[in-house]
């Protein structure tokens, strides 16, 4: 049986997401990041190509690793200025019927109970497509901005989003019963108050006594997203993610990645494949392999190292700028995204060890991950073969320049994908949920949140 391959589609609410200086490219729109037409218009051509989704990454700081100061980011556009991604969501929804949407938000910095209610509010007003990026954060910026001298320690950052999750788990699954709003004009009663339960929780970093005072969504908690790498990242996804983000340059470290992620879901009580994984990429395609390489020598010439060497300091916790190029990235300790530092310490599939050079200039267009330049043909080649040899479930697609990198996948890669019956022709139907794994609505008996539900509460004694 071939080989099944998804995609989701890698964007910002921002200029230079991923290609740092591509957004100089006479072809590239992102400078339209603030308007409603930007994302409308990209919403429906994701969904002509039948892709999962739209993940919006999100930052609620600056890159200032590099030279000790966010001057290089902002002079190149790197992530900043950067608006909000929930607040897209209800438009894209509105022009599309299937395409799902994961937002990121992190735990850091916004109390877990009004932030259950926004994300209930996107799951109701797109009828169940929305999916939530957890992110712990990473950017020391962002943590002084909220009062704090810096972020806390990596390991204590998913100890604070375990207890967060558990907060907004119990307000999703088990304040509100199913049967709860009986809106009956005749009695009068909107809801049955016995049905509504306040959630009673007392922890180390939040205390919530009350109710949930969204009533339930079509997935109750949307799809859960998680890009941590770490081996805390992994154990943390292991028990929340059903949607894995990865990023490794190698097709062996992806494959490496992915196995101690499956590791980790059967040692949570999950199965190896109850979380989709999908690795990032960036695809350079054209009609002939020609032109393709004519189009990927274009935005090449548009790249920004230093703009990527801000990046990469920000997603390493390592100030690039105080290498010289030609100099071997050695054992640092990363207090940012540690899996980032540990994918460019492995080096090359044949044993290289990068420079500082070699990761600027391979990030440049794309970031983390890899890209990949061809005909349609070609790509779809590569595709399956990475899939195959890395057991990734699809693909998370950044861009070079945007919509113009989705569009071309669309008309040149999807089409090939299809006939060659390794890409989906038509959606599942149901919520974002159901789309991923067949498996209905709700979150499944296997994974945390199902201990929250309303159905497991022990019965008050009289």
Not at 57 to 65: E, N, R, S
Not at 159 to 184: I, M, N, P, R, T
Not at 283 to 289: A, C, K, N
Not at 379 to 390: G, M, P
Request: overall charge negative.
């Amino acid at each position: 049986m071939t080989r099944q391959i998804r995609f989701n589609a890698f964007d910002m609410n921002c200029v230079a997401h991923q290609s740092s200086g591509l957004w100089r490219h006479p072809d590239d729109k992102s400078r339209n990041y603030n308007t409603l037409d930007y994302w409308t218009h990209l919403a429906k051509v994701l969904e002509r190509g039948k892709f999962d989704g739209l993940f919006i990454a999100d930052v609620l700081g600056t890159y200032d690793v590099y030279g000790s100061s966010n001057e290089g980011a902002i002079k190149h556009g790197a992530q900043v200025p950067v608006n909000d991604p929930l607040m897209l969501v209800s438009a894209m929804a509105a022009v599309t019927e299937n395409l799902g949407f994961g937002v990121t938000a992190g735990t850091a910095y916004e109390h877990p109970y009004p932030f259950a209610r926004r994300l209930t509010t996107l799951d109701h007003l797109t009828r169940g497509r929305v999916g939530w990026n957890v992110v712990t954060g990473y950017l020391p910026s962002a943590a002084r901005n909220m009062g704090h001298d810096d972020q806390m320690e990596h390991d204590d950052r998913y100890d604070y989003a375990d207890e967060y999750l558990e907060v907004l788990y119990k307000l999703w699954e088990g304040s509100w019963e199913d049967d709860a709003v009986q809106f009956d004009r005749e009695s009068g009663v909107f809801t049955d108050p016995s049905k509504v339960h306040e959630i009673g929780h007392e922890g180390k970093n939040f205390t919530v006594p009350g109710i949930h005072i969204s009533e339930p969504s079509p997935q109750r908690t949307p799809v859960i997203y998680q890009a941590g790498a770490s081996p805390r990242g992994v154990a943390f996804a292991a028990e929340n993610a059903e949607a894995i983000f990865i990023a490794n340059s190698t097709r062996d470290g992806l494959r490496d990645t992915v196995t101690r992620i499956r590791d980790g879901l059967e040692a949570a009580g999950r199965g190896r494949y109850d979380a989709r994984i999908y690795a990032l990429i960036t695809v350079i395609t054209d009609s002939t392999p020609e032109k393709a390489q004519a189009k990927f020598e274009d935005y090449l010439s548009y790249a920004s190292p230093e703009g990527a060497a801000v990046f990469l300091s920000g997603w390493m916790g390592v100030d690039l700028s105080q290498y010289s190029l030609d100099e071997p990235v050695g054992n640092v300790k990363s207090n940012a995204i540690q899996s980032a530092l540990a994918n460019v310490q492995r080096g090359a599939d044949d044993g290289t060890v990068w420079t500082v050079g070699d990761i600027a200039k391979q990030s440049a267009i794309g970031g983390l991950g890899p890209y990949i330049v061809g005909s349609g043909e070609e790509i779809a080649d590569q595709l399956q073969d990475i899939a195959e040899h890395a057991d990734v479930d699809g693909f998370n697609l950044a861009y070079a320049v945007t919509p113009g990198t989705f569009e071309d996948i669309v008309e040149h890669v999807i089409p090939v994908l299809q006939e060659r019956g390794a890409y989906q022709t038509e959606y599942t139907p149901g919520t974002l949920r159901n789309k991923l794994q067949e498996k209905g609505d709700r979150v499944a008996p296997s994974h945390r949140a199902a201990r929250y539900s309303y159905k497991n509460r022990v019965p008050q004694q009289s």
